[in-house]
C-alpha cells in the first residue's frame, strides 16, 4: 500500500473542493490535525490517515464528473459533408448546432446561424466552408463546475480521451443535472 504524502492529501481535497475544515469534520479529526498533516509538521497515525483517505474517496463519489454528464451518442458532421446535410441533421434532431468531428476529433461546430450567416445558398458547400470554431474539450474526469464555466462561454463543450470524442454535454444536460 502506498501512502499519501502530506502534498497529495492537501492537492486532494483541494481538487475536491474541500475545506480544511469539512475534511477533519467528515474524517472525525480536528481541523488543526488537518492543517499540521498537510504542512508536514506531524505524521498521523495510520488509523488516522486511513479516515482522512475514506473521507477523501467518500466525498469524491459525489462530485459529479463529465462522464456522469455526458451523452456517449454524439450526433455531428464532418468537415467535407455538404452543409445541407448538416441543415438536414439539425432540422431531423432539432438541434441548433453540431460539433464537426473529422475522424473522432473535434475540429469545429456549424450552427444554423453560422449558416445564415453565410449568405446565398450555401447548400452544396462543405461544412469546412461554414463552421465556426470548435467547441472545448474537457476530461471525462472534469468537474460539473468547470464545464458550467464553459458553458457561460460556448454552447456545449466535447467530453475527449486521448483526443477523441466520446461525449457531449449542453446547457440542457447541466440543467437536467442541478433540476
Do not use: C
Not at 463552421?131 to 472534469?142: G, I, K, L, N, W
Not at 477523441?164 to 433540476?179: C, H, N, P, Q, R
Request: hydrophobic residues 40%; negative net charge; proline residues 6%.
Amino acid at each position: 500500500m502506498e501512502l499519501p504524502t502530506p502534498q497529495d492529501l492537501r492537492e486532494r481535497r483541494n481538487e475536491l473542493g474541500l475545506t480544511q475544515s469539512a475534511l477533519a469534520e467528515a474524517a472525525g479529526v480536528s481541523q488543526p490535525l488537518i492543517a499540521r498533516i498537510e504542512g508536514g509538521d506531524v505524521d498521523p497515525r495510520l488509523s488516522t490517515l486511513r479516515r482522512i483517505v475514506n473521507a477523501l474517496d467518500e466525498a469524491e463519489g459525489e462530485v459529479v464528473r463529465a462522464a456522469d454528464l455526458m451523452h456517449e451518442t454524439v450526433i455531428s458532421v464532418a468537415p467535407d459533408d455538404a452543409v445541407a446535410d448538416a441543415v438536414d441533421l439539425m432540422e431531423g434532431e432539432a438541434y441548433s448546432q453540431l460539433p464537426v468531428l473529422q475522424n473522432g476529433v473535434p475540429v469545429g461546430s456549424i450552427s444554423q446561424s453560422d449558416v445564415v450567416q453565410a449568405g446565398g445558398d450555401v447548400s452544396e458547400l462543405p461544412v469546412s466552408e461554414v463552421m465556426s470554431e470548435s467547441f472545448p474539450t474537457v476530461a471525462p474526469d472534469a468537474t460539473v463546475d468547470e464545464i458550467r464555466n464553459l458553458l457561460d462561454h460556448y454552447k456545449a463543450v466535447m467530453v475527449t480521451d486521448g483526443g477523441e470524442t466520446v461525449g457531449i454535454i449542453t446547457e440542457a444536460d447541466i440543467a437536467a443535472y442541478l433540476s
